[in-house]
DNA sequence: TTTATCATGTAAGTCGTTACATGATTGA
DNA sequence: TCAATCATGTAACGACTTACATGATAAA
């Protein structure tokens, strides 16, 4: 139910197609919450049937054409309002399989969570240098689809410092604590 | 498609009905997979058709009968060759509406934000307090299950720490980002 | 020549949520 | 007497994933 709100706001950064959406999506709101491109396109057909969203096709002669989406007056109300509700949860579903299996590590044994554990360090590590070139190519995005993003873009600069902030301080967490976890299992005899 | 380990997991434990099941849960897996009772009901008949559990009903006389699953050899064969495995991701998907609300920070205005900020504060104090009683209720209900139970959970209770562990950091740096922001929300100017 | 990017979508299937139905017992 | 706990499930719906289909251009 919120994938909807997290399109409309960006469309009310700019219009923009479904491709492009994806692309700034990826690059910003993916840090809180993922969607797919064919998730993406059908959504935007259903806002377009409700009257959130209206399109037009944008002819490109060296590209395929392209189906620009813009909100409308109905969809800022509608994404204002729930703008304004209280969150339905604070603490967010979990689903991490790399923690489930962490979970029964005892018949994993200590090598296999060892690995296991490398493994994730590995991964935060390349998260950790994605956050740089993520910001790059964010306002690389925004300079492409023209000065209104831009402008857009500062305003709201504040709150996505402060959400990939967040992003910055819980992977660096987890790394500390992955390797506090070797160092423990390194010490401790079985 | 994580969850039929998990289930199978915990029925590695000791034998449990889906009622059973579900309470263990929400005080141990329930940290990295959360689950809801139609969901373990539904994946508990599925997994008994495809022979990774089995069942029997033991009657009770001051309680409804109740349906009794033990994990087969079947099971266990599959359970550690889903565990031996790398996981299909290290970085879990991400679905959180307060943060998508944040983002949207500067249609919100800055009073609406701390106002949201609060509130995560109050979510978080009330899952570190929850920390404590879930470890103690999870203790109780292993004594009710039996000394099967005990003794297995005494094998697996380094690596429940783990995860437990691991939830209390981000919690409390979480809380700790949160204070900061409207902190520096107080600060700034607009 | 093959891979990547641009661009849109459909269809099938799985997974997850919510509501409903039943009915006994126990504690406040 | 009313709510909670025990105990099991179904049904409907909604969300999400994965695979498939199409076809152009540009770069390696």
Excluded: H
């Excluded at 999506?25 to 969203?53: C, H, M, P």
């Excluded at 690995?115 to 306002?139: P, W, Y």
């Amino acid at each position: 139910m919120s994938l909807r709100y997290a399109i409309l706001g960006l469309l009310d950064y700019c219009p923009m197609s479904g491709y492009n959406l994806k692309k700034v999506f990826d690059k910003s709101i993916n840090y809180v919450w993922n969607a797919s491109i064919s998730q993406i396109y059908r959504e935007l057909a259903t806002l377009e049937k409700e009257g959130y969203v209206s399109s037009k096709v944008v002819v490109q002669d060296d590209r395929p054409d392209k189906k620009v989406y813009e909100i409308t007056e109905e969809g800022r109300v509608g994404f204002l309002e729930w703008l304004g509700q209280r969150p339905g949860a604070f603490i967010s579903p979990k689903r991490d399989e790399f923690m489930l299996k962490l979970l029964f590590g005892a018949s994993l044994g200590k090598e296999g969570v060892k690995d296991l554990l490398e493994q994730f360090i590995q991964e935060r590590l390349n998260a950790k240098k994605a956050f740089r070139t993520d910001r790059e190519s964010l306002m690389k995005l925004a300079g492409d689809y023209g000065e209104v993003f831009i402008r857009r873009m500062e305003k709201e600069g504040r709150y996505i410092r402060i959400v990939m902030k967040r992003a910055f301080l819980v992977n660096q967490l987890l790394i500390d604590w992955a390797r506090e976890c070797i160092d423990e299992l390194d010490k401790e005899e079985d």
